[in-house]
């Protein structure tokens, strides 16, 4: 199909995302500043300022000042032309950097613990939850809510108690969402998988993944009979396939080995499946089965009822096909924004005013206040558009009696002190701000890589053509997004979430920009440079095309059906997690996570990477450990 066909040139809401910040709103910090503006000169689209982040409508174009400010000053170029910073005039008890969920929930804790601080939240982007953002869409009159980022609150019976206090204080009492989540909204419909023409030499979609035979799934499949046969196999025999090994030993194995090495040396498999299977391990790792080991692919779990195959005739200690790490829960605890609703809870209590209501269920539709964020009157003040760019003692780490930070705005440098500073950014940006910390610390804070993603969700006026092929999510394997499905189904606070296949519906794509055949650091850091580089209109060709390819036999026209498209780039995405048994070996409590967040004076560090894992409960964890920490001084 050429672009006309395609749609290309409707008149549609499209907007794109990196990291959070809509695309071209990012040289605006940036502009400001001698030497990061922005080099091309084509006109961006958009807005100078965004009122309500979370509708921010217009066609966002691509510009290489991204980042700006911080890439000089990673590359030491920034100072050397940088302006003088204003004389700050504000004192804090307490300030932040980062307003996200980590950012957040040190506030709240640090409020608990001094009633009367005064605390200052400096966040870069035009919206505060970092990855936990909302994305609202507006489709023939309706209003339409999705996840820009982080989804859920996954197990939170198995919360650590500062998480599960934090979550409980906020009036969230996660066992109403068993009534709010339409469990059975899509029973009748299955998993679809789609094979490209690209990968595979022709187009075909079928129906009824995990629910028909897996003969007749793969019957159609282009695929050589080789292929087929031991796909059929690894999904249906249960053979053991390492017999001469005890269980313990086989763990230990597997751990060393690749899941593509165990699927065709020791499964002994057509190297035909592997296009098929080569994507599987995006949602939770980010890269390819190249780049697993054949043991974390057996222990992930998966969101979507989707195993691993090949595992289910071997005992791995819990006996033939027991799969280890069995959820303790349903993935079910969802708002309809995905965990913005955590954020917007926590600036609800943090700022008075900002955000009306009082319960879980009208934090959903209740709108937010942007100008009371920053209210000289707040004991506690959210600064949007204020990217940190320097963090020292006051005087020295030796004698401080408090910390003295510059922070960048579109109008120039700005100065504010502080007791204390809880840098609840990511690690990478704690290392460039914070020069005192030492050599080896800013090391461990260099190790981390965040693991890039594309969770784009595009608003379609209607979703008959997945009723009518009887589908609800579908896997493309080596497809530009390889996964997607209808939104979550969640009803609650007046909220309605689309019933009727004739409704409007959201769907969620989801891309792992990966680089096969490189170590996982290597694979996160190409992922994130073709994020940076691949303008939007190209994104948008690749979504109209996947989708006709996937659903126009079943009536779908990407010109005529889809509405609004949101790209959401996370190019620093992800927490990078040390539980890569193939590549990551290291003693309890020495990890590069566990050495980089250790407090240095009076400077604390928070955020998900000091962890080591990319959830919500272990960032607000970090946050409540980092307070712990800044309030020795008082």
Not at 113 to 121: C, F, G, S, T, V
Not at 165 to 178: A, C, K, N, P, T
Not at 327 to 338: A, L, S, V
Not at 444 to 459: D, M, N, S
Request: a neutral charge.
């Amino acid at each position: 199909m050429n672009d006309n066909e395609l749609g290309m040139g409707a008149k549609i809401t499209r907007r794109d995302f990196l990291d959070g910040v809509a695309v071209a709103a990012l040289a605006g910090v940036a502009s400001g500043l001698p030497g990061c503006s922005p080099q091309s000169t084509t006109p961006l689209r958009g807005p100078a300022a965004i009122d309500y982040p979370p509708a921010t409508t217009g066609l966002w174009g691509q510009d290489n000042s991204s980042y700006a400010v911080m890439h000089k000053i990673r590359d030491g170029a920034f100072w050397a032309t940088a302006p003088v910073a204003a004389a700050g005039r504000e004192h804090y008890d307490l300030v932040i950097v980062g307003g996200g969920l980590s950012g957040l929930a040190s506030a709240y804790f640090y409020r608990q613990a001094r009633p009367n601080a005064r605390i200052l939240i400096l966040e870069t982007r035009r919206d505060f939850g970092g990855h936990a953002g909302r994305n609202e869409f507006n489709v023939n009159g309706r209003l339409l809510l999705s996840n820009a980022g982080t989804q859920s609150m996954e197990s939170p019976a198995e919360y650590r108690p500062s998480a599960a206090r934090l979550v409980r204080e906020l009036g969230i009492d996660v066992s109403r969402f068993y009534r709010y989540f339409q469990q059975h909204r899509y029973d009748g419909l299955s998993t679809g998988i789609f094979f490209n023409r690209k990968t595979f030499g022709r187009d075909y979609f079928v129906a009824g993944a995990y629910t028909r035979p897996w003969s007749d799934i793969f019957a159609g499949a282009p695929l050589s009979p080789d292929a087929k046969a031991d796909l059929i196999r690894i999904h249906t025999k249960e053979i053991d396939y390492l017999p001469e090994l005890s269980p313990a030993e086989r763990i230990a194995y597997l751990k060393t080995i690749s899941y593509s090495t165990f699927i065709t040396k020791h499964a002994r498999c057509n190297a035909g499946v592997l296009p098929y299977l080569q994507d599987r391990p995006y949602d939770l790792f980010g890269t390819g089965i190249e780049a697993v080991s054949a043991f974390d692919c057996f222990n992930a779990g998966d969101d979507y009822g989707m195993e691993y195959p090949g595992f289910q005739g071997m005992d791995l200690g819990l006996g033939k096909g027991k799969w280890r790490r069995e959820k303790p829960e349903p993935y079910i605890f969802h708002f309809p924004d995905g965990n913005a609703s955590i954020a917007r809870m926590l600036v609800r209590s943090l700022v008075p005013g900002s955000i009306p209501g009082s319960t879980m269920e009208d934090i959903v539709l209740a709108p937010c206040d942007y100008r009371k964020l920053d209210d000289p009157d707040n004991q506690v003040r959210i600064r949007l558009n204020a990217t940190t760019v320097k963090v020292v003692h006051d005087p020295d780490p030796s004698r401080a009696t408090g910390i003295q930070l510059t922070y960048a705005t579109p109008h120039g440098l700005q100065g504010v002190s502080a007791a204390t500073c809880i840098l609840a950014c990511w690690h990478v940006v704690s290392r460039l701000i914070a020069p005192e910390l030492p050599p080896g610390q800013k090391e461990q804070l260099a190790y981390r890589v965040k693991e890039p993603y594309v969770y784009t969700h595009v608003a379609l006026d209607n979703w008959r053509a997945f009723k009518k092929l009887g589908v609800y999510q579908i896997l493309a394997p080596t497809s530009y997004h390889y996964f997607t499905m209808l939104d979550y189904p969640v009803d609650m606070g007046g909220y309605q979430s689309p019933a009727s296949p004739d409704d409007p519906m959201i769907l969620f794509m989801l891309r792992a920009p990966t680089k096969y055949g490189l170590p996982p650091k290597e694979q996160y850091r190409a992922g994130r440079w073709e994020l940076f580089r691949t303008p939007f209109f190209e994104i948008e060709r690749n979504i109209r095309q996947q989708l006709g390819a996937m659903l126009g036999s079943a009536g779908f026209d990407p010109a005529r059906d889809i509405a609004a498209i949101t790209v959401n780039r996370w190019s620093h995405g992800y927490a990078y997690e040390y539980d890569k048994t193939l590549w990551e070996h290291w003693a309890p409590g020495q990890r590069p996570c566990d050495l980089a967040k250790r407090p240095f004076g009076r400077i604390s560090i928070a955020n998900s990477d000091s962890s080591g894992a990319a959830f919500t409960d272990t960032a607000i964890d970090e946050g409540y450990r980092a307070v712990g920490e800044v309030l020795r001084f008082g």
